[in-house]
């Protein structure tokens, strides 16, 4: 996301079916969303290792408002054939 590769970025999503692929990407595109800068602050792996949460620390930006934002967020995770995947 930092260089604008939503493509590229939403193949690290859960999302399979080919239409909410492009869908998403575009959306990050028109907003021109971007990750400026992050740090994973915690991680919490389940029981049965299919699953995590991740706490992140992340400035952002996008054309709804240029003025970076900085955030700590849960990123919920999922191990889809053995790597893992972000859920959205």
Do not use: F
Not at 18 to 26: C, P, R, S, V
Not at 44 to 64: F, M, P
């Amino acid at each position: 996301l930092s260089h604008g590769k939503y493509e590229k970025a939403v193949t690290y999503t859960v999302l399979t079916e080919q239409e909410d692929i492009d869908g998403y990407a575009k959306k990050l595109k028109d907003y021109e969303y971007k990750v400026l800068n992050y740090e994973i602050l915690s991680e919490t792996i389940s029981e049965d290792g299919n699953s995590a949460v991740v706490q992140v620390k992340r400035t952002t930006s996008s054309a709804l408002d240029n003025t970076p934002r900085e955030s700590i967020d849960e990123v919920k995770l999922s191990k889809v054939d053995g790597t893992w995947k972000i859920r959205i």
